[in-house]
């Protein structure tokens, strides 16, 4: 399972990423950018090439401050978004009820392009235990679409690719 948008909503980290990054843009190399100017273009490359807004967000904040400047401010981000990682990333109503009945029927496995925090989110939430494989890129080292993290995952398993089933992105 992917845990953005399947296990917790990240609409709100997203968001607060956004409007954190185009803050970040404005005090660093565009003063006078305004919000309404910084999503027109982040949702001109989401839509562009069927990017995640997320991806846009970063693309944007790459053309602005350079990726050192990108780099900086995923620091700061980090610093600033981390310690409030379950207020800003909401269970979906219903999935500890569903997740509990899937692994009483099937081997559960994450994988999912999220932050070292994210574990210790699930921890917290009694979710973590509930998975067979912990594929998060920040601790494998491995991010999604990459043929190899799902390879991965499927070996961890110990299950044949075929006999597999990605939910989520």
Same mark, same amino acid.
């Given at each position: 399972?992917?845990?953005?948008?399947?296990?917790?909503? /990240?609409?709100?980290?997203?968001?607060?990423?956004?409007?954190?990054?185009?803050?970040?843009?404005?005090?660093?190399?565009? #003063?006078?950018? $305004?919000?309404?100017?910084? =999503?027109?273009?982040?949702?001109?490359?989401?839509?562009?090439?069927?990017?995640?807004?997320?991806?846009?967000?970063?693309?944007?904040?790459?053309?602005?401050?350079?990726?050192?400047?990108?780099?900086?401010?995923?620091?700061?981000?980090?610093?600033?978004? %981390? +310690? #409030?990682?379950?207020?800003?990333?909401? =269970?979906?109503?219903?999935?500890?009820?569903?997740?509990?009945?899937?692994?009483?029927?099937?081997?559960?496995?994450?994988?999912?392009?999220?932050?070292?925090?994210?574990?210790? $989110?699930?921890?917290?939430?009694?979710?973590?235990?509930?998975? /067979?494989? #912990?594929?998060? $890129?920040?601790?494998?080292?491995?991010?999604? +679409? /990459? +043929?190899?993290?799902?390879?991965?995952?499927?070996?961890?398993?110990?299950?044949? +690719?075929?006999?597999?089933? %990605?939910?989520? /992105?």
């Amino acid at each position: 399972l992917d845990v953005g948008n399947v296990i917790f909503t /990240d609409d709100v980290a997203v968001a607060y990423y956004s409007w954190r990054l185009f803050q970040y843009i404005r005090q660093e190399a565009v #003063h006078g950018l $305004s919000f309404e100017q910084f =999503l027109e273009e982040r949702e001109s490359l989401a839509l562009g090439d069927m990017a995640d807004s997320a991806s846009a967000s970063e693309r944007v904040g790459e053309n602005y401050l350079g990726k050192d400047g990108l780099k900086i401010f995923r620091q700061l981000y980090r610093a600033d978004a %981390m +310690p #409030h990682f379950d207020k800003l990333t909401p =269970l979906l109503p219903g999935i500890r009820q569903l997740l509990e009945w899937l692994q009483a029927e099937v081997k559960l496995g994450l994988i999912a392009n999220q932050p070292a925090e994210c574990a210790d $989110s699930l921890r917290r939430r009694g979710l973590w235990q509930l998975f /067979d494989v #912990h594929g998060l $890129s920040d601790i494998v080292g491995m991010y999604k +679409p /990459d +043929p190899e993290f799902f390879q991965w995952a499927c070996r961890q398993a110990q299950q044949a +690719p075929t006999d597999c089933l %990605m939910i989520g /992105d």
